[in-house]
């Protein structure tokens, strides 16, 4: 598996690789060793697409080498694209998109059987529970964090956005049943979960309006903080994430539960996209850079010791230098602990890419992103020099990249901690820190003493005669 993209994109290969391996594969040590290589793949910009046609390009030879390796595309590039992967990639052997994982396994054999395959479906059917992420078997990169996919889709129609077109529109899955697969992780020791969506806080909207047709004496409403509320008193789940919030979708109701519910962390990712009045109407996202900061005072009155990360987009068409400026004072204003900086990037299929009359200049933007770093990087250190002195549990996830001896974890405002340990920490444990030291992208702490051991099960890989 190789994935490009989000964490959506994440989820959907450990989907599929559930899937595979429930059909009687195992995991391949490297590229040149497999029969089976998928790639699942992202739309959101440009260079996505340029990662998979050179990594396209560079499994060629693989094929030629073992004619009986079978290439699959999948994701939202592939739901886009359709036929034209196997016209510019004729190796290939099934494309399928982003509403019919469930359908991977199959469409391999199809394939061995009859040749290359290209399916791909318009949406997803509601009604089809198979075609959901939850009802598939799921290869977890990490024993004790999960991912639990909400709601699938989009209805909003922000001007340079393609994931509309690619995921469909909302869809939320039933509030019992997210309730009770968050309930089937604690009970195999999953303490973590993030819940995701393409708009969280929207969730459930749709299911309250589809009771109400039905003559339900119901208010529409979405459901996103009873859902927190309810996930987060799972006995054996000690913190809940989410991502990723519209900003114009954020509720008191949401910050309520995020702050009375102990297992909520202390994080909201909350994308401004522009600081620009002009450019925020221009990208339809429903709010201005007043209305945004008064937002994010509210969720900041609400939940004390909230880190707050953001996207935001550079150059989209027709932005001044006026309109620049005003993103710089928001994101000076907001101070941001952390952002997403992306050059605007026109996806063929969205109401921007039209305007190419109105595209910025390469060396503008360029420096353009310079300044806006200049600014992110400068309230990042500050947001993260404010946390020396603080006590942390961090979640261990493993040792640091760069040295054994080091382990490294989470905080509960998701910041990267590095740690000292004289002996290697489990994934999963949960240990108290004093951080020591900052970086911009980091906190650097002393073990204090361990606060929990993991409770996940060791998995053994079963491999059949």
Known sequence: MR????????????????????????????????DVIVLNTCCIRENADNKLYAQLGQLKHLKKANPRLQIAVAGCLAQKDRDLIREKAGHVDVVFGTHNVHRAAELLTEARESGPIVEILEETAREDAAAFP?????????DFAAWVTIQIGCDNNCAFCIVPAVRGPEISREFAGLVTEVKALADVGVTEVTLLGQNVNSYGRDIQLARRQAGEDVRVRPLFGDLLRDVGAIDGIRRVRYTSPHPKDLRPETITAMAETDAVCEHLHFPLQAGSDRILAQMHRGYTGERFLEKLQEARAGVPDLAVTTDIIVGFPGETEDDFVRTLEVAAEARFDSAYTFVYSPRPGTEAAEWTDKFIPAEVTKDRMERLRTVIERSSRARHAERVGKTEIAAVFGPSKRDPDVMSGRTRQNKLVHFASDKPLKAGTYARVKIVDSGMHYLRGELLDITALPTHRTRIPVVSA
Do not use: V, Y
């Open 3 to 34: 994935t490009f993209g989000c964490q959506m994109n994440e989820h959907d290969s450990e989907r599929i690789s559930g899937l595979l391996e429930a059909d009687g594969m195992a995991e391949a040590n490297a590229m040149d060793e497999a």
């Open 134 to 142: 939850s009802a598939l078997p799921a290869k977890r990169e990490s």
